[in-house]
């Protein structure tokens, strides 16, 4: 799956998310709001009530078919590419182009009680569907499509994206719930309204990467702040964002200097290049000057 997501930001157990426990009427209407938008093929749905998660600080029980996370797949096609950035007219926007392999995807709506709505794409491959398949002839596996997002935005202008990284050494802290990979990033839409709860919500459990590729994270929100969370040596790394821009895409940035980092990707160097060549970006509050000169300094010479 190949897909390109430009997001303007606008604006816990988990106890059978099958959705057997939801209301039947709640169920009919996410199956048949089931919307085939091309040949591609790509769909949208909007689900409806709630999928079971009410709490991020609660005891954590995943379905099986959800511990395992994503297929290792083949490193060399890991062609993902995050970014954010505001725009002309003081917009922030976050840039995500998912290269992965052929599948369907879904663009997904939810609106959860006592949590915030949020749109995310999900490769619903994971949920047993080929892209010759239609979902509507059989629409169990579209239940648990909350559990799966490869990335999104929630109502609050938070957004979230991953990609996948050679390696990643997470945290094992028995005091706390593991869960894999991909509803981590439905807990921090739910309960996150900006990059600090988002990182807070992230620290409150362990991550597996069992059977798929171990990731890295980009989060950012309305305000335009960013940071590229990552798990590095048993430890939560955030690197946040030191000029008005952050770009991240296949490898591991903690501990790289400015200048290793743009040698090591040819798509992070020439994001990284555009965006810091835009002369509207100004220095925000909270970055320090010393930052925002050395960034200068070093875009001037790349340039």
């Known amino acids: 799956m190949a897909v390109l997501l430009i997001l303007f930001l606008l604006f816990t157990p988990i106890t059978g998310i099958s959705g057997d426990s939801a209301p039947q009427s709640d169920r009919i209407r996410t199956i048949r709001s089931l919307e085939k938008l091309d040949d591609f093929p790509l769909y949208v749905m909007h689900f409806y009530g709630d999928y079971e998660i009410p709490g991020y600080k609660a005891k954590i029980s995943l379905p099986q078919d959800t511990q395992n996370g994503l297929p290792q797949g083949d490193s060399s096609l890991w062609a993902c590419t995050c970014f954010s950035a505001k725009t002309e007219k003081g917009n922030q ?36 569907y080929s892209r010759a398949d239609d979902p509507a002839k059989n629409p169990g596996g579209l239940l648990r499509s909350p559990l799966l997002p490869f990335d999104g935005m929630n109502e609050k202008g938070l957004a ?15 005091q706390k719930r593991t869960i894999s990979s991909l509803l981590i990033i439905r807990l921090m839409l739910d309960h996150a309204k900006n990059v600090d709860e988002a990182i807070a919500v992230f620290e409150n459990f362990n991550i597996v990467f069992q059977g798929g590729p171990p990731l890295h994270y980009f989060i950012t929100d309305r305000s335009g702040r960013s940071a590229v969370v990552e798990l590095v040596d048993r430890v939560i790394s ?6 008005p821009w952050q770009v991240a895409t296949n490898f591991i940035l903690t501990g790289l200097t400015p200048e290793t980092a743009l040698a090591s990707c ?38």
């Open 93 to 128: 926007l976050l840039g995500r182009n998912f290269d992965w392999g052929t599948h369907p995807a879904l663009l997904l709506f939810t609106d959860p009680p006592e949590r915030y709505a949020s749109v995310s794409m999900v490769d619903i491959s994971y949920l047993g």
């Open 238 to 243: 955030v690197l946040r964002n030191t000029h």
């Open 160 to 174: 979230v994206g991953m990609m996948a990284v050679p390696g990643a050494d997470p945290p094992d802290d028995p």
């Open 266 to 303: 040819w798509r992070y160097k020439k994001a990284w290049e555009t965006l810091s060549g835009q002369s509207y970006m100004i220095r925000p509050p909270w970055i320090s000057r010393s930052s925002w000169e050395e960034s200068t300094t070093l875009s001037m010479h790349l340039t």
